[in-house]
């Protein structure tokens, strides 16, 4: 006579606790990368805030050196500027400015507003941020007018530098 299965029951606890420990440990797994992933949006938007304050200021000095630090060096990067209308190189860009903008220029101040929004992958980020720049020309006139800034940086070593930079004003309405 073969035993009866109704009289054994079958123990269903302890064989089944292992898949309420896999569900545990891929959920504590998924709040970990999630509470990572924020802590990193978080960190980004502290340092890159703090990138774009501080090259508002170095252009802001008037000195081309203050702000080549931002820059990477690389002849073969574009970027674009409010006058004329691209550089090649950073090589290009520093006499450039200087001779279209800064030697004409008695004071200029760079600001950046407060609606920077930061996307990075990787080494790669980039930046968009509205910002407003006044300048009081040599020849009397003056300058107040709002910037549309995207910049896009890549780490390099230690240090995150523009690769391309777009900054242009709205046309009037």
């Given at each position: 006579?073969?035993?009866?299965?109704?009289?054994?029951?079958?123990?269903?606890?302890?064989?089944?606790?292992?898949?309420?420990?896999?569900?545990?440990?891929f959920l504590g797994g998924l709040l970990t990368f999630?509470?990572?992933?924020?802590?990193?949006?978080?960190?980004?938007?502290?340092?890159?805030?703090?990138?774009?304050?501080?090259?508002?200021?170095?252009?802001?000095?008037?000195?081309?050196?203050?702000?080549?630090?931002?820059?990477?060096?690389?002849?073969?990067?574009?970027?674009?500027?409010?006058?004329?209308?691209?550089?090649?190189?950073?090589?290009?860009?520093?006499?450039?400015?200087?001779?279209?903008?800064?030697?004409?220029?008695?004071?200029?101040?760079?600001?950046?507003?407060?609606?920077?929004?930061?996307?990075?992958?990787?080494?790669?980020?980039?930046?968009?941020?509205?910002?407003?720049?006044?300048?009081?020309?040599?020849?009397?006139?003056?300058?107040?007018?709002?910037?549309?800034?995207?910049?896009i940086w890549e780490k390099r070593g230690k240090s995150?530098?523009?690769?391309?930079?777009?900054?242009?004003?709205?046309?009037?309405?």
């Open positions: 006579m073969s035993p009866n299965p109704l009289a054994y029951p079958r123990d269903a606890g302890p064989r089944h606790h292992w898949s309420v420990y896999v569900l545990l440990a999630a509470g990572a992933r924020a802590q990193q949006k978080a960190s980004d938007q502290a340092t890159f805030h703090k990138l774009i304050d501080d090259y508002c200021a170095a252009w802001s000095s008037g000195n081309t050196t203050n702000a080549g630090k931002f820059y990477a060096k690389d002849d073969s990067l574009t970027f674009y500027d409010l006058t004329p209308f691209s550089y090649q190189g950073w090589k290009e860009y520093e006499p450039g400015v200087h001779k279209n903008f800064l030697d004409n220029a008695v004071s200029a101040s760079l600001t950046a507003g407060k609606e920077l929004k930061v996307t990075r992958h990787g080494n790669i980020a980039w930046t968009t941020v509205p910002m407003h720049i006044t300048a009081k020309m040599k020849d009397g006139k003056s300058i107040d007018a709002g910037v549309r800034y995207t910049g995150w530098v523009l690769v391309h930079e777009h900054l242009s004003v709205p046309l009037s309405d």
